[in-house]
Structure formats: structure tokens, C-alpha cells
Nanobody, 129 residues
Framework: DVQLQASGGGLAQVGGSLRLSCAAS???????????IGWFRQAPGKEREGLSC????????YYAASVKERITISTDNAKNSVYLEMNSLEPEDTAIYYC???????????????????WGQGTLVTVSS
């Protein structure tokens, strides 16, 4: 099974930047670029939301309208990794951030958590002034 390891969370300042990493492994019969990888977050008392999703085979991406001007998703196929850069951090960005994967044959492009079946453990981001 696909396994995902998210890292890079921590305490950040308002207005600052953060780079999250997601390392994928466990591709037994297929490859990293057979999957879409997405970044999701869940703040206390709120539903999990999709921020950005990407397929490395052609670089197609999805960005949530609420954050698209402040985030960038990228991949490093050699490292089977996906990154999320976040800028102009706000206290409202405080959440647990998860990376997740789904086969590209699924509806990856809507970046909805219900369409992603493989999940990492999450990394906590706290934005404080």
C-alpha cells in the first residue's frame, strides 16, 4: 500500500512562510506518477478541506480558491515527494496538515478528501503573532 509521511510543521509567525513535505513510498506494482497527491488541512472544530492537489505525470494542479494566492504545490519525482509552500501565514492557517494520495484514475482533480484513500499522519502548523 501507498504510505505517506508529512513533515515540516511547527510554529510560524503571522506573515511568515512554511514549507511542508510529503514523502511517498510503497509503490509495489505502480509508480509515484500514477497517483495524485494532495494537501489537506483540518482546523479545530472544522471539516477537513482540500488545499491543493497535483499529479506529477503532467504537473496538473488544483488550488482551493481561498488560499491559491498564498500557496504553491510542487513535486520531486526523483524523491517521490510533494511539497506545499505557504506564504503570508495567518492565524486561520493553524491546523493539522495532511497529505493524501489517490490513483490518477479517480476523481483527484476536485481535491476532495473523500476521493483520497491513502493518508499520512498529519503535521501540526500553528501560526501565532
Amino acid at each position: 500500500d501507498v504510505q505517506l509521511q508529512a513533515s515540516g510543521g511547527g510554529l510560524a509567525q503571522v506573515g511568515g512562510s512554511l514549507r511542508l513535505s510529503c514523502a511517498a513510498s510503497g509503490f509495489t506494482f505502480d509508480r509515484f506518477d500514477d497517483y495524485a497527491i494532495g494537501w489537506f488541512r483540518q482546523a479545530p472544530g472544522k471539516e477537513r478541506e482540500g488545499l491543493s492537489c497535483i499529479i506529477s505525470s503532467d504537473g496538473s494542479t488544483y488550488y482551493a480558491a481561498s488560499v491559491k494566492e498564498r500557496i504553491t504545490i510542487s513535486t520531486d519525482n526523483a524523491k517521490n515527494s510533494v511539497y506545499l509552500e505557504m506564504n503570508s501565514l495567518e492565524p486561520e492557517d493553524t491546523a493539522i496538515y495532511y497529505c493524501a494520495a489517490t490513483h490518477v484514475g479517480n476523481r483527484w482533480y476536485n481535491c476532495r478528501s473523500s476521493d483520497y484513500g491513502y493518508w499520512g499522519q498529519g503535521t501540526l502548523v500553528t501560526v501565532s503573532s
